[in-house]
T-cell receptor, first 112, second 113 residues
Framework: AQSVTQLGSHVSVSEGALVLLRCNYSSSVPPYLFWYVQYPNQGLQLLLKYTTGATLVKGINGFEAEFKKSETSFHLTKPSAHMSDAAEYFCAVTPESNQFYFGTGTSLTVIP | DTEVTQTPKHLVMGMTNKKSLKCEQHMGHRAMYWYKQKAKKPPELMFVYSYEKLSINESVPSRFSPECPNSSLLNLHLHALQPEDSALYLC????????????FGPGTRLTVL
């Protein structure tokens, strides 16, 4: 069975500080990995995804994530937080069966 | 057109009402999905349509009835809902059932009184 763990349901950072949102997965085979962002009262927007190839993936809005197979992780980072980054972030995993498994989400607060 | 659109944006209905949610995409995607999302929770899959045929029903109560009239449209018919059905209903699509990336619409915020 697949599972996705997002450590920290709430993360607060100061404006300009590093953003680190954690995602770990359990999978018997290397899955495809995604990060989605959800702004208040909106749908989900794809930030970035890893399918194959380079393990460091760059996404929109300055975010990037690194797939580390040995650690079964896909943490999301951004060097400098902006007020507009405040949102809910979901990590998702899909194994070969094409079932999507979402993590429980991390709410990011940016402090001015 | 590179979006998934959903109407209405907000819907308030009584428990005896019948209403429908609409989802539309013109990207030529052949798989479409309905998700239900409660506040501060991840989306939960409800239905999957593959090439206009229902392929997955995640044990959703019959008061929710999906319909896919054509490859661009996906409806969710609602009848005799309960207050606990209040949630954000998200539509998504993907190029085909084997494509892992899913594009989500903005959602319909449903309130059942």
């Amino acid at each position: 069975a697949q599972s996705v763990t997002q450590l920290g349901s709430h993360v607060s950072v100061s404006e300009g500080a590093l953003v680190l949102l954690r995602c770990n997965y359990s999978s018997s085979v290397p899955p495809y990995l995604f990060w989605y962002v959800q702004y208040p009262n909106q749908g989900l927007q794809l930030l970035l995804k890893y399918t194959t190839g380079a393990t460091l993936v760059k996404g929109i809005n300055g975010f990037e994530a690194e797939f580390k197979k040995s650690e079964t992780s896909f943490h999301l980072t951004k060097p400098s937080a902006h007020m507009s980054d405040a949102a809910e972030y979901f990590c998702a995993v899909t194994p070969e069966s094409n079932q999507f498994y979402f993590g429980t989400g991390t709410s990011l607060t940016v402090i001015p | 057109d590179t979006e998934v659109t959903q109407t209405p944006k907000h819907l308030v209905m009584g428990m005896t009402n019948k209403k429908s949610l609409k989802c539309e995409q013109h990207m030529g995607h052949r798989a479409m999905y309905w998700y239900k999302q409660k506040a501060k929770k991840p989306p939960e899959l409800m239905f999957v349509y593959s090439y206009e045929k229902l392929s997955i029903n995640e044990s959703v109560p019959s008061r929710f009835s999906p319909e896919c009239p054509n490859s661009s449209l996906l409806n969710l018919h609602l009848h005799a809902l309960q207050p606990e059905d209040s949630a954000l209903y998200l539509c998504a699509s993907s190029q085909d059932p084997g494509t892992v990336s899913r594009q989500f619409g903005p959602g319909t915020r449903l309130t059942v009184l």
